[in-house]
């Protein structure tokens, strides 16, 4: 049995908040502030350049890698670190166009984030692709013979929906089309088995559920099936097959190295790695079953307590990742409300009250006090005070 008493005392929570926010930046490992001063005075300050070597600076990409892995029910060797979410999707995406080259459709659907669309529609329009985008509940049929890539977020950032991996890249495969997923709602939150899937793709980010704070790089992995056929669109040196014989050519690296690009960024990998630390003896399954316990307990508190809120995610636990959305006319003003009182989730426009049950932190005493507030919140209507209405640039 996983120790969860263990893995939320590993980390820092301020006095007096209930953090359900997780899935938008998870909070900071009690070790990671001191591995990131570690890294500065005993590896750059002493070492040099010679950190790359002698810290193993190089290859910690890889080595990071290797320990999230086994969170996306992927092996060793087939993960690797670096830049943004975004660049790891228009990598995963022009390699898995260049792998089908009869095709030219995208397929994608409306609940992805749009920063996934958005590198979609470039990549369209440089290459000739079209991008269709349904919605979630109609991809399964949308998948047809003409399809290139189906190019999916596993669960929905404002819904929390979760498709069925398995069964879409099936769909997906029979159609003769790839399979690209992007589990940045996943990885850390639910039970991702990737190589049972059979995905072709796969990407995701390490600052939500992964707690490896703001601008912490993420994660491509590539199925071994395509490892040493993938053609990386963004050729960087550091993917090159000999970065320091300083070809005027590329040549891929071996395998997943070449999804690397430029510099790795070290500061931010060590404290990546001390969040990692924590996830030594969770076992996946039981991650799971808190998760939905969490979610369950809450929807039912809501059910309970909360007229005025409609539930904005599915019922059937099975089809939702590790977080509810709430729908409320004014759910800006109600979420600016709750935090005011200690509760953090977020608002994400429209009219949808996220919040995120992370189980390596998140208890069933963050649930009831959370449920508790709302109520009050709903209930008392102090939520229509001028300051709830006022707009950060950040929601
Ligand atoms: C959070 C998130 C992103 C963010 O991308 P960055 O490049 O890391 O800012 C992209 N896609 C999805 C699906 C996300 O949930």
Not at 38 to 43: K, N, S, V
């Amino acid at each position: 049995m996983t120790d969860f008493a263990r893995t939320r005392a590993a980390f820092h929570l301020p006095q007096g908040v209930i953090y359900l926010d997780g899935n938008s930046l998870g909070p900071m490992p009690v070790a990671a502030a001191e591995r990131v001063a570690a890294m500065m005075r005993d590896e750059w300050a002493q070492m040099l350049i010679g950190g790359w070597n002698r810290a193993g600076w190089y290859v910690q990409p890889r080595r990071v890698g290797d320990r999230i892995a086994p969170l996306i029910g992927a092996a060793e060797g087939q993960v690797v670190m670096g830049d943004t979410l975004s660049i790891k999707v228009f990598q995963a995406l022009s390699a898995a166009l260049a792998l089908n080259p009869g095709r030219r459709v995208i397929l994608s659907d409306s609940g992805n984030f749009p920063s996934d669309l958005y590198v979609a529609q470039g990549l369209a329009r440089v290459t000739g692709a079209e991008l269709r985008v349904v919605a979630p509940e109609d991809v399964a049929d949308a998948i047809g013979p003409d399809l290139a890539v189906l190019m999916l977020t596993e669960v929905d950032y404002r819904t929390g929906r979760r498709h069925d991996m398995a069964a879409l890249t099936a769909r997906a495969h029979e159609a003769g089309a790839l399979a690209v997923w992007d589990l940045a709602h996943s990885a850390g939150a639910v039970d991702v088995d990737l190589l049972g899937a059979g995905a072709d793709f796969a990407v995701g980010c390490t600052y939500k559920y992964l707690n490896g704070g703001p601008g912490s790089p993420a994660f491509i992995w590539v199925h071994p099936r395509h490892a040493e056929a993938a053609q990386p669109c963004l050729q960087g040196w550091m993917g090159h097959a000999a970065p320091f014989a300083f070809d005027g050519d590329y040549r891929p690296g071996a395998g997943i190295e070449r999804m690397r690009v430029g510099t790795p960024p070290v500061i931010a990998l060590a404290a990546l790695d001390a969040a990692l630390d924590v996830w030594e003896g969770v076992q996946m399954a039981d991650l799971r079953a808190r998760s939905v316990a969490l979610t369950e307990a809450f929807i039912a508190g809501i059910d309970a307590s909360c007229p005025g809120v409609t539930l904005h995610s599915p019922r059937d636990p099975a089809r939702r990742g590790s977080q509810v959305g709430l729908r409320h006319p004014q759910a800006h003003a109600v979420m600016q409300a709750l935090i005011a009182q200690g509760v953090v989730g977020d608002f994400r426009a429209p009219d949808v009250l996220r919040f995120g049950f992370a189980p390596l932190f998140n208890d069933m005493s963050d649930v009831e006090g959370a449920v508790d507030r709302l109520a009050g919140i709903l209930r008392s209507a102090s939520w229509d005070r001028p300051e709830y209405h006022q707009r950060a640039a950040v929601t």
